[in-house]
């Protein structure tokens, strides 16, 4: 019963900024770490950033700079602050978080969320 719910996508003209945050809820074992990934028509599916539950960070060479991930463990939820939002950054996005043990991972996805940057 684990979900994970994205909501803030939508249209922006270039330049602009846009936070996208996922809920994530149904876990028995606290989220090791979580990210964004994201896929626009046509192309496969790319990294945008992750986060670990210790706040180390990494992020795709395309977006350094310019978004920022972030998560509250607490309420397991993970954010990403887009600026200076670009056409090529049109894509579904998708909220990501992984649960380790010794034994086994487990992936787990977001619905996914539109984001539209215009020109």
């Known amino acids: 019963q684990v979900q994970l719910v994205e909501s803030g996508g939508g249209l922006v003209q270039a330049g602009g900024s846009l936070r996208l945050s996922c809920a994530a809820s149904?876990?028995?074992?606290?989220?090791?770490?979580m990210g964004w990934y994201r896929q626009a028509p046509g192309k496969q599916r790319e990294l945008v950033a992750t986060?670990?539950?210790?706040?180390?960070?990494q992020y795709a060479d395309s977006v350094k700079g310019r978004f920022t991930i972030s998560r509250d463990n607490v309420k397991d939820m993970v954010y990403l602050q887009m600026n200076v939002l670009k056409p090529e950054d049109t894509a579904v996005y998708y909220c990501?978080?992984?649960?380790?043990?010794?034994?086994?991972?487990?992936?787990?996805w977001g619905q996914g969320t539109q984001v539209t940057v215009s020109s």
């Open positions: 986060i670990t539950s210790g706040g180390s960070t």
């Open positions: 990501n978080a992984v649960v380790l043990s010794s034994f086994l991972s487990r992936t787990y």
């Open positions: 149904g876990s028995r074992f606290s989220f090791n770490a």
